[in-house]
């Protein structure tokens, strides 16, 4: 039997019809680039999210960067992230002349330590070289971070907060989502992420109006919008008018039409993560440390990743047995070349642990039982 680590196939043969009619909607229609799904799919990722507004964009990295463009971080600023996460959280800061400044984690969850966060904060503030402008706390493998925590740092601390949800869009925490706490929560449409187009996609959720419309016009390459026309006339395409540096990074329509038939199926997927969550942590207790959740907390499981202290024997052995795994993430960011010299105030011993340890097993909706036992024997019959 060949096993999938993720399971897009499956996915794609619950739904193909309604995917492929709306895609044939979009060829006949021919509003290939902004077209009328985009808006329509942005109404209805806000609503799923509980946000006032959603942006979309080209990739959840972008997402992560438009938000950090709009505020204006620049030179001086420093913008507090895990290390134990994808490359793409730490990406975008440099990109603004701003330095990354790396928290650890906590061991159980993976995701931010508020404590740490907090020492991280006053570290840099008594160097006084940068200043603390901008927290981006990650779901990391689809859990919530600790929001009530990290939120309240931040406004003691007046700081803004991103919640890099790229692989936990849909997660909650006391049943809210993110945007309860942060300024903006992003997410990325990566086919292999919980909520996933084909190709590349990301978005940006936000209450805040004003905020939603300086990303547009950067996502647009700084094109006009309602509020630089005021008091002046313009009598061309806005688009032609351009009132700060921006980029080009839209979702394309066709995208959107796709995550539209997605998102109608998403809720019960996420309900499905959990059932296979549940079989996992009963049947490798005790064998591997299994994942813990924040209390309160509800992942939608974008990875099951298991510690083992031998990970790489572990994955040697699931390869012969047909089992797929991955490592997320082999070398924590303040470890990574380019990103060594930015500040890691008292540094991030928990990080370099799980970066040692971790393995991910397949995790997926359509999981089903059968396969799972196989995946699950596998892993109890590896004696290293
Ligand atoms: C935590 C995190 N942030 C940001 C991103 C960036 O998303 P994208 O690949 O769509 O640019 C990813 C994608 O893998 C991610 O896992």
Same mark, same amino acid.
């Given at each position: 039997?060949?096993i999938?680590? /993720?399971?897009?196939?499956?996915q794609?043969?619950r739904? @193909?019809?309604a &995917?492929? #009619?709306?895609i044939?909607?979009?060829?006949?229609?021919?509003?290939?680039?902004?077209?009328p799904?985009v808006r329509?799919?942005?109404?209805?990722?806000?609503?799923?999210?509980?946000?006032r507004?959603?942006?979309?964009?080209a990739?959840?990295t972008?997402a992560?960067?438009?938000?950090?463009?709009?505020?204006?971080?620049g030179?001086g600023?420093?913008?507090?992230?895990?290390?134990?996460?994808?490359?793409?959280?730490?990406e975008?800061v440099? *990109?603004?002349?701003?330095e990354?400044v790396?928290?650890?984690?906590?061991p159980?969850?993976?995701?931010?330590?508020p404590g740490?966060?907090?020492?991280a904060?006053?570290a840099?503030?008594a160097?006084?070289?940068?200043?603390?402008?901008? /927290?981006?706390a990650?779901?990391?493998?689809g859990?919530?971070?600790?929001?009530?925590?990290i939120?309240?740092?931040?406004?003691?601390?007046s700081m803004?907060?991103i919640?890099?949800? #790229?692989?936990g869009?849909?997660?909650?925490?006391?049943s @809210?989502?993110? &945007?309860?706490?942060?300024?903006?929560?992003?997410?990325?449409?990566?086919? #292999?992420?919980?909520?996933? =187009?084909y190709?590349d996609?990301?978005?940006?959720?936000?209450n805040?109006?004003a905020? *939603?419309?300086v990303?547009? $016009?950067?996502?647009?390459?700084g094109?006009?919008?309602?509020?630089? !026309?005021?008091g002046? $006339?313009?009598? +061309?395409d806005? @688009?032609?008018?351009?009132?700060?540096i921006?980029?080009? $990074?839209?979702?394309?329509?066709?995208?959107?039409? &796709? !995550?539209?038939?997605k998102?109608t &199926?998403?809720?019960d997927?996420?309900d499905?993560?959990?059932?296979?969550?549940?079989? %996992?942590a009963e049947?490798?207790a005790?064998?591997?440390?299994?994942?813990?959740?924040i209390?309160?907390?509800?992942s939608?499981?974008?990875?099951?990743?298991?510690?083992?202290?031998?990970?790489?024997?572990?994955?040697a052995?699931?390869k012969?047995?047909?089992?797929?795994s991955?490592? %997320?993430?082999?070398?924590?960011? +303040?470890?990574?070349a380019?990103?060594?010299? %930015?500040?890691q105030p008292?540094?991030?011993?928990?990080s370099?642990?799980?970066?040692d340890k971790?393995i991910?097993?397949?995790?997926?909706?359509?999981l089903?039982?059968?396969?799972?036992? =196989?995946?699950?024997?596998?892993?109890?019959?590896?004696?290293g």
């Open positions: 039997m060949s999938a680590f /993720i399971d897009l196939a499956a794609q043969r739904i @193909k019809p &995917i492929d #009619a709306a044939q909607k979009v060829l006949a229609h021919g509003g290939y680039v902004m077209g799904e329509v799919f942005e109404a209805r990722l806000a609503e799923f999210g509980k946000a507004r959603a942006l979309s964009c990739n959840g972008d992560i960067a438009l938000p950090l463009m709009a505020w204006e971080i030179p600023d420093a913008v507090f992230c895990p290390s134990f996460t994808f490359t793409a959280t730490a975008v440099p *990109w603004t002349g701003a990354p790396f928290v650890d984690v906590l159980d969850t993976y995701n931010l330590d740490k966060l907090e020492a904060i006053a840099i503030k160097e006084g070289r940068l200043m603390p402008k901008v /927290i981006v990650v779901d990391l493998f859990q919530p971070a600790d929001y009530p925590k939120a309240e740092i931040a406004q003691r601390h803004k907060l919640a890099d949800s #790229a692989q869009f849909g997660c909650t925490l006391d @809210k989502h993110p &945007i309860h706490w942060a300024d903006v929560t992003t997410t990325s449409f990566f086919p #292999a992420k919980p909520l996933g =187009c190709g996609g990301g978005a940006v959720l936000t805040d109006d905020l *939603w419309d990303m547009d $016009s950067l996502r647009v390459h094109k006009a919008v309602a509020g630089d !026309l005021i002046r $006339s313009f009598h +061309h806005p @688009k032609y008018l351009n009132t700060r921006g980029m080009n $990074s839209r979702l394309d329509t066709i995208q959107a039409a &796709i !995550l539209l038939e998102l &199926i998403f809720a997927e996420i499905a993560r959990q059932t296979v969550a549940a079989r %996992y049947g490798l005790g064998a591997v440390k299994v994942p813990a959740v209390e309160g907390g509800v939608v499981w974008a990875q099951y990743t298991v510690e083992h202290d031998d990970r790489d024997g572990l994955a052995h699931l012969t047995q047909g089992v797929p991955a490592a %997320y993430y082999p070398v924590p960011m +303040h470890l990574q380019p990103y060594a010299r %930015y500040p008292g540094g991030l011993p928990v370099e642990a799980a970066a971790v991910a097993l397949p995790m997926h909706a359509y089903g039982a059968d396969t799972q036992n =196989c995946i699950i024997e596998a892993v109890l019959g590896y004696n």
